[in-house]
C-alpha cells in the first residue's frame, strides 16, 4: 500500500537555526498537510496546500513558517529560526484529489527537537 | 468553536474485555468523522472514517464506531480486545469547506491488562 514518508525521523537543531522537514506523498495526492503534536498535547493543524499554494493555515503557522513543493514529488516544511517551542513532532498528511470522500494518510512523523 | 472532546484520558481493560472509546465534538459545518490509531513512537493510521450514508461504520482491527448527530458523538468500539491493541487512540473531525483540515481530540490511551 502507498506509503507517505518522512524524512528525518528525528531532527535535533539549535535554536534560532533553520530547519527542513522533508515529506514525500502518495504519488496520486493532490493535497497536502502538515500537523504538529507538542509532547503531551493534542495533534494541531499548521498548513494545507493545494495546486501549488496553502490553501489553509492556523495561526500557528506564523512569517517563521513556510510550505513548499520544490518538485513533483517533495512537500517540504521550513522553520525559518528555530524556537524553544517549536519543539514538537511534525506529521505530514496527503490525500487523494477532487471532492472525493477520501481520508488523510499519514506519515511516521519527524520528531523536532530545539536546543 | 470547533472542537473535539475525549473524556478519557487513559482507559484500562482486560485482554478480551469488549471496549468503548468517547468523543464528542462541536462542528459547524456537516462533519467528517475519523479514528486514528498511534503507537509509541509511530505515526498515526486511520481505523475508520465517516463521511455519509451508514451511521455504523467497520474500520481495520474488528474495530467500528457509531456516529449519533443527535448527540453529537463518534464513540469507538470493539468487542474483544487484544494486547496489540494497546496504544492512543485520536477521534478527530475534518469538513470540505475547510479543505478537510482535521481538529483533533487529546486522544485517549489504552491500556491493556493481561
Known amino acids: 500500500e502507498p506509503e507517505v514518508t518522512q524524512t528525518p525521523s528525528h531532527q535535533v537543531t539549535q535554536m534560532g537555526q533553520e530547519v527542513i522537514l522533508r515529506c514525500v506523498p502518495i504519488s496520486n495526492h493532490l493535497y497536502f498537510y502538515w500537523y504538529r503534536q507538542i509532547l503531551g498535547q493534542k495533534v494541531e493543524f499548521l498548513v494545507s496546500f493545494y495546486n501549488n499554494e496553502i490553501s489553509e493555515k492556523s495561526e500557528i503557522f506564523d512569517d517563521q513558517f513556510s510550505v513548499e513543493r520544490p518538485d513533483g514529488s517533495n512537500f517540504t516544511l521550513k522553520i525559518r529560526s528555530t524556537k524553544l517551542e517549536d519543539s514538537a513532532m511534525y506529521f505530514c498528511?496527503?490525500?487523494?484529489?477532487?471532492?472525493?470522500?477520501?481520508?488523510?494518510?499519514f506519515g511516521d512523523g519527524t520528531r523536532l527537537s530545539i536546543l | 468553536a470547533q472542537s473535539v472532546t475525549q473524556p478519557d484520558i487513559h482507559i484500562t481493560v482486560s485482554e478480551g474485555a469488549s471496549l468503548e472509546l468517547r468523543c464528542n465534538y462541536s462542528?459547524?459545518?456537516?462533519?467528517?468523522l475519523f479514528w486514528y490509531v498511534q503507537s509509541p513512537g509511530q505515526g498515526l493510521q486511520l481505523l475508520l472514517k465517516?463521511?455519509?450514508?451508514d451511521t455504523l461504520v467497520q474500520g481495520i482491527k474488528g474495530f467500528e464506531a457509531e456516529f449519533k448527530r443527535s448527540q453529537s458523538s463518534f464513540n469507538l468500539r470493539k468487542p474483544s480486545v487484544h494486547w496489540s491493541d494497546a496504544a492512543e487512540y485520536f477521534c478527530?473531525?475534518?469538513?470540505?469547506?475547510?479543505?478537510?483540515?482535521?481538529?483533533w481530540g487529546a486522544g485517549t490511551k489504552l491500556i491493556i491488562k493481561p
Open positions: 478527530a473531525v475534518g469538513a470540505r469547506q475547510s479543505n478537510y483540515q482535521l481538529i
Open positions: 498528511a496527503s490525500r487523494g484529489d477532487g471532492d472525493s470522500n477520501q481520508p488523510q494518510h
Open positions: 465517516y463521511f455519509s450514508g
Open positions: 462542528y459547524g459545518a456537516t462533519p467528517y
